[in-house]
């Protein structure tokens, strides 16, 4: 089958590679929509993502696809199902796996990072990672279950609740994702700072009141008019140094901010200890999707959050290159690859 292999880094190639044979409690699924995230990009560049990614391994952690085959103890799947995955096949048995920390899982497998991925036209995954959804989805909206499981995480982290005023700081499909789902969770007033304006337009369409250029003159007046009192909730979907402290200059009282975007592992930013204590802020992070794989997929199925909106491109396996080499063309939105 044909496969993008990550050799190292700046170094993918589409490759020939063996079908993967599904063991006892596995089931081999037909790739049909895999996402490229950040976390893709972050290991193409040599940085470290949520998790250590040797060479060589098949990317891709987003996707969905058709049940091709299924081990001899699989029971629950059939040849013909649609499926989203959870790229994270944790052991079930460990200290955190134990104690509802199976994030953390000290043998955790990572699909796409640490175990070979969905940009593949096949990919061989646990039982437990798989969840069946509606004949109604597409396979595009079918893999962004995973960054909506990720999402939902921080936004319970974040503990958004009725009525609050939220800022979401940068709109690419995790900020869109956190809009939508603030939107849900009932919050009253969201902003969004982000300096791509088709990106500011898809916000508003989607229930901010004020989305504004962050690179702009007078954004921190226009914000602060709006908001006299800042924000309630601050939810910082970039991963950078500016962001994640202008995160902390917008939050109010008694406030929430989630550094939700990834940094560098080096970055750092600055802090005033004092500031955190005159406003009472909370400052928190998130770390991939603990049980919420499940409430994705039902969130979709439902039709109470859409996404299709925010697919920009679907292109083949063998042009997916690109969307490694063009940073331009990433910058458009979420693309997905068809294997
Ligand atoms: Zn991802
Ligand atoms: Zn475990």
Redesign the pocket.
Known sequence: MKAAVFHGVHNISIDDIQVPEPNDYDVLVKVKACGVCGTDLHIYEGAKGAADCKPPTVLGHEFSGIVERVGTKVTEFSPGDRVAVDPNN?????R??LSGK?HF???MIGTGTTADGGFAEYCRVHRRQLTKIGDHLSFEEGAMAEPISCCLHGLDLTGVQTGDDVLIIGGGTIGQIMLRLCVAAGASRIAMLEPIAHKRELALKSGAVLAENPLAENTDSKLLKAFPFKFDRVIECVGSKATMENAIRFAGNASTVMLFGLTSPKCTIEVYPYTIFQREITLRSSYINPYTIGRAVSLLNSRKLTVRDMIMDVISLKDCLKVFTDASYRAQGKIMVRP
């Open positions: 944790v052991c079930g048995e460990c955190y796996c199976a899982c000290s043998r």
